[in-house]
């Protein structure tokens, strides 16, 4: 796209305002990851048993439609097996109903705020080149991830009492991959409103430090997928060992390494540590190009670790968990962030 001399300064106020925009757009992603941590830990992530993309977007208005709502959940294991038994009221019901519709609306919020201005800035012709193809992708994961959500949803609606943990991390580590990619995209265009042509790309290091990151935040997903901070509340210890009591060594490394609870746990507690490893190299590299990025890394990684312990002693406390979820969201962006400032300047900060 060709522009005027006279037209170069507002040429380059557009990355500017697509730049705000998907900063936005990544602030309310946030924000749905924090809901999405309220609606698993309350357990309220399978009382709405269909998917209505339309119509599910209005709650039930009526003390026939909620009665409805609550005859389809009590078809449901989940209902059946546990809160059943124990006595749920129909004002219980939409008091999970009410998280689950949270996060659903939420995603149909961010739908919205993602295609419209994009839809916009496109027709304005204001997108820079390069990035069309970038922000149409981001789009087309936006949408899968609500199909990813009910896929997930759909796991436990037959013959299971809760979700796919499988599921549930492939949700969640897809909503903090867009996240990262609408931060990283975001400080691109800021490089093209200060007339840089080129954009930023991972180094061998940075690439490594999102390998690290990666694995730590997949065991955390099945960490809370099968509730696997409830086998230990002590800390650094689990239950007075190192390598805790409980695990089924019979099933085989790689069944151990999906699906127990015990190993799960005691990954997601230790590799913390090389993680922050990786955390602190990064910022230490990034101090004298970005130095608020490199303190928003050690912010990051130090609070998570401290609700992390805390979460573990106060046997999953919601409060403490919720928190937890929403800075490890912190620490995603806090590193693509840094990376980014890594990929800017290669040469010189590997001196």
Do not use: C
Not at 318 to 324: R, S
């Amino acid at each position: 796209m060709n522009y005027s001399t006279d037209d170069n300064e507002r040429y380059l106020q557009r990355p500017i305002a697509i730049s705000n925009w998907l900063f936005s757009v990544a602030f309310l992603v946030f924000i749905m990851v924090i809901v999405g941590g309220i609606t698993r830990l309350t357990e309220s992530g399978l009382s709405i048993t269909e998917w209505k993309l339309i119509t599910g977007a209005l709650p039930p208005l009526s003390e026939a439609a909620w009665i409805a709502e609550f005859e389809k959940y009590k078809q449901i294991p989940e209902y059946i097996e546990i809160n059943g038994p124990a006595g749920m009221l129909l004002s219980d019901f939409k008091f999970i109903y009410f998280w689950e519709w949270s996060h659903r609306l939420l995603g149909r919020l961010i739908g919205f705020a993602f295609a419209l201005p994009l839809v916009w800035f496109a027709f304005k012709r204001a997108i820079p080149n390069g990035f069309a193809v970038r922000l149409t992708a981001l789009l087309v994961l936006g949408g899968m991830q609500g199909v990813i959500g009910w896929w997930m949803v759909s796991s436990g609606l037959t013959e299971r009492t809760d979700v796919s943990h499988f599921r549930l991390a492939t949700h969640l580590l897809t909503a903090l991959l867009i996240l990262g990619a609408l931060v990283w995209t975001a400080l691109d265009l800021r490089q093209v409103a200060s007339g840089q042509n080129s954009k930023s790309k991972p180094t061998t290091f940075g690439l490594m430090v999102f390998a690290v990151l990666f694995l730590q935040l997949l065991f955390g997903a099945y960490t809370a997928g099968l509730n696997a901070g409830h086998v230990s509340s002590t800390w650094p210890l689990m239950n007075g060992l190192l390598v805790p009591i409980g695990i089924d060594w019979a099933g085989g490394v790689w069944t151990m390494l999906n699906n127990d609870p015990y190993i799960i746990h005691f990954i997601h507690r230790w590799w913390a540590w090389v993680t922050v490893g990786f955390l602190i190299t990064l910022a230490l590299r990034i101090r004298t190009q970005s130095r608020k990025a490199s303190i928003a890394i050690h912010s990051a990684y130090s609070v998570q670790v401290l609700l992390g312990i805390a979460t573990v002693m106060t046997s999953v406390s919601i409060h403490f968990a919720v928190l937890h979820q929403a800075v490890g969201a912190l620490v995603v962006i806090s590193t693509s962030w840094g990376v980014h400032v890594l990929g800017r300047y290669p040469s010189v900060v590997s001196r």
